[in-house]
């Protein structure tokens, strides 16, 4: 038992640890968007599917002394592609298809190991069932999700802040060595058993005869096996989608990474462990209470402080996988159809991933898998129920519905109550609440005034006409709740577009004291805005006003003659406005719809009296390729502006990257650096690069006043090589200081960056 459970476990530690490891070498060639990670969850699912189909196949064709030979070459094989650092020459190129490029690098990098690794759990439990007779191989999952949950939460807190990407590498190859040799002591254990188990096919085998628990469980049927896909799909789907939505947010991290998918790995072992732990009232309240809480912030939008979202989207999260998996274990098959049973869960998490990093980018406009998901999980429940006649599902959700309608508006008083007090934040959030939801108010009354007064007897008939209503009922409720905060603003949206890198929405406003504007938004953060008439349409607006840090930087830049300006990162163009004839601004932005977007809604570009130059692709990339063909730019000013929805592209702010925009920059300009942002102070990191490169630097904080409602409040750092370029008056005038910074705060490498110290 025990070299099969230390093989189970770090066969499983392994398999998740390469993640996120893979995952910090390939982000930054990719331009470090949310869609990079959600491409590597898409295809670890596909080779885990790979690796349960292979398991599957073997385990069921060939005596268990072949299938010690055919691993064996597998492993021996897999050996070779060690160590699995990624070539530079998989550094992608302009105009290349992201999804493909990085489905091509981690098929070349880690393919073969990482299918060699996801055959482990079903392989080693159905040698475990050959020869431990009796004994259920089903606490095995458990164990090997618990290998896998430990090399997910020992990542960020231990390996990425104490080794180098190199030496973690490094240390991953090492112990795939160790564990080649331990998966060769099982499979040589597991060979010398005495039992005949050479298999013709499920049911024939040794396995059906040999272990007692089959031999009182029927062949699964077609119901069965729906649901070995459907559940584990649903519950992949919320991952990747719940992952999209806080890496959108805030920034593609290991933490943001790591969370919804030790959550999703949580689930399966709390299921797998025993059945006691997954109680169907219970969690079928809290998957209804969780579902409503995630429509709630949806339609709140970005006024949702960063504790509070990863807190409740977790806490839905956990609830959904519970219900998924805990279900998934109700409907468990005979040991005989093991290896079957995990290759079409393993086909279910893929098709989940499927959807999300393929299908919905394909057909949708904009992120609706959050809602379509849950949505589907609340109607899938509805049908476990109606199907298994359970009365307390529905009673539990008629409980999470109830404490929905007092939980979501305490959490937003709770938000308020600092600056409005707790009585007139409760009361105003009480009165919004019933206002905006007063459909799924009504449906859970009529829900729980059939449940309670209905018939008690549990005659088909009766419970169907009864009871059977309800769950459905809570689908329609929460169908009804999801297509008002789709359609909020609809009738301003002029133009909307996803595609790898996210969702665009160009939003028109007809204000009659505000003029008419339109702006440009990434997720939910404002990336630009113009008003729709000259002249006020070459207005420097947002975060680019006149006594902004750039705007500074622009005006004041010590520079005879025509100035070169470079932006990383394009929105609406905005900087365009301060083009004057003679002058040249050059634009990198990874997003071909930005630039679409830009040139076709918005004319910031099209009206500058600059030469406007657009590059397409990843900035740091692009300006690497411009020094290695010999096109040093010699930028007066270079403004680093390329957050996606606040999301960090890490890979811009490293000692590394400044090293590149210094080559790039003439001796006496200046690098603006925008670190506004809701969740992150940057400032520190951004200082520290600075000041271990030498450079000057001070920041520029802007704070518009109401009748200036068109600017935004911002954070600029201006760096230069020597102070007196930034010892300009009006710059002098609106600098501070650059803030003192801890000795827990580092200078960012390309090797080495955290934003745990960064955290507001």
């Known amino acids: 038992m025990l070299i099969y459970a230390i093989t189970v476990f770090l066969g499983a530690f392994l398999l998740f640890q390469v993640q996120p490891i893979i995952g910090k070498y390939i982000l930054p060639w990719f331009g470090g968007s949310p869609g990079v990670w959600t491409t590597c969850l898409l295809f670890f699912q596909i080779l885990l599917l790979g690796g349960y189909a292979y398991a599957h196949f073997i385990s069921t064709r060939f005596s268990r002394r072949r299938q010690m030979w055919i691993h064996l070459a597998l492993l021996g094989v897999s050996l070779a592609f060690l160590p699995i650092t990624p070539a530079e020459s998989w550094k992608p190129q302009p105009g290349v298809n992201p999804m493909l490029g990085i489905l091509l690098l981690l098929t070349s990098c880690i393919g073969l190991p990482y299918l060699a690794l996801s055959a482990t759990g079903p392989l080693v439990q159905s040698w475990f069932s050959r020869t431990e007779l009796g004994r259920s191989p089903y606490r095995l999952y458990s164990l090997s999700n618990a290998g896998s949950l430990l090399a997910l939460l020992s990542y960020p807190f231990f390996f990425e802040t104490k080794f180098t990407r190199h030496e973690q590498v490094a240390l991953w190859s090492a112990a795939m060595v160790v564990y080649a040799v331990c998966c060769a002591a099982s499979s040589w254990r597991a060979s010398r058993s005495p039992l005949d188990d050479v298999g013709k096919g499920e049911g024939t085998s040794g396995i059906a005869n040999s272990n007692p628990i089959s031999d009182v469980q029927l062949p699964p049927t077609a119901k069965h096996i729906v649901l070995w896909i459907a559940l584990p799909a649903l519950a992949s789907l919320l991952l990747l989608a719940t992952t999209n939505k806080l890496c959108q947010d805030v920034a593609v991290i290991p933490f943001l990474w790591i969370l919804p998918l030790a959550i999703y790995l949580l689930s399966f072992i709390i299921s797998f462990d025993h059945p006691r732990w997954y109680h169907r009232g219970c969690f079928a309240a809290l998957v209804t209470l969780g579902a409503s809480v995630v429509c709630a912030l949806l339609f709140e939008g970005t006024g949702v402080n960063l504790p509070l979202q990863i807190a409740a989207y977790s806490f839905a999260l956990f609830a959904a996988c519970m219900v998924c998996h805990g279900e998934l274990y109700r409907v468990k098959p005979a040991v005989a159809y093991l290896t079957k049973y995990y290759m079409l869960i393993a086909l279910g998490g893929a098709v989940g991933g499927l959807l999300v990093a393929v299908v919905a980018p394909a057909i949708l406009n904009r992120f609706i898998e959050l809602e379509a998901g849950y949505w589907l999980l609340i109607y899938l429940a509805a049908v476990v129920a109606i199907s298994e006649k359970s009365r307390v599902m529905v009673v539990g959700s008629i409980g999470g519905a109830i404490a929905a309608l007092f939980f979501v508006p305490i959490i937003f008083a709770a938000r308020d109550a600092r600056s409005d007090g707790w009585a007139s934040a409760l009361h105003e959030s009480f009165s919004e609440f019933f206002h905006d939801h007063w459909f799924y108010i009504l449906i859970v009354a009529l829900a729980t ?170 900035a740091r990339l692009s300006l690497e390729r411009e020094l290695s063909e010999g096109d040093w730019q010699r930028f007066d000013v270079l403004a680093l502006d390329a957050f996606s929805s606040d999301v960090i592209p890490v890979h811009l702010l490293t000692r590394e990257a400044f090293e590149i925009y210094l080559k790039h920059l003439a001796f006496g300009g200046i690098i603006a650096v925008h670190t506004s942002n809701r969740y992150l102070n940057l400032d520190p990191v951004v200082i520290k690069t600075a000041t271990a490169l030498g450079l000057a630097a001070t920041v520029i904080t802007d704070s518009p006043g109401d009748k200036d409602w068109w600017l935004s409040g911002s954070t600029w750092i201006l760096l230069a090589r020597t102070p007196d370029v930034l010892a300009i008056p009006e710059i002098n005038i609106s600098a501070s200081s650059p803030p003192k910074i801890g000795p827990n705060v580092r200078a960012w490498t390309d090797d080495y960056a955290s934003l745990y110290p960064l955290l507001r």
Do not use: C, M
């Open 449 to 618: 005034i059939g449940a309670l007064f209905g018939r008690r007897d549990t005659r088909d008939r009766a419970w169907k006409v009864e009871l059977a209503v309800v769950p459905l009922l809570f689908t329609l409720a929460l169908g009804f709740v999801f297509i008002v905060e789709l359609r909020r603003d609809f009738g301003r949206v002029v133009e909307q577009t996803r595609n790898f890198y996210g969702v665009l929405t160009v939003t028109e406003f007809n204000d009659e004291e505000r003029s008419r504007y339109s702006t440009l938004t990434h997720g939910d953060i404002t990336h630009g805005l113009q008003f729709a008439e000259p002249p006020l349409s070459r207005f420097p607006t947002s975060y680019y006003g006149e006594l902004s840090g750039v705007g500074l930087a622009i005006l004041h830049v010590p520079t005879l003659g025509p100035k070169r300006i470079g932006v990383v990162g394009l929105g609406t163009g905005t900087l365009a406005a301060y083009g004057k004839p003679g002058d040249t601004i050059r634009f990198y932005d990874i997003n071909p719809a930005v630039e679409h977007l830009a040139r076709t809604r918005f004319t910031f570009l099209s009206e500058s009296k600059a030469n406007i130059e657009i590059v397409l692709g990843d």
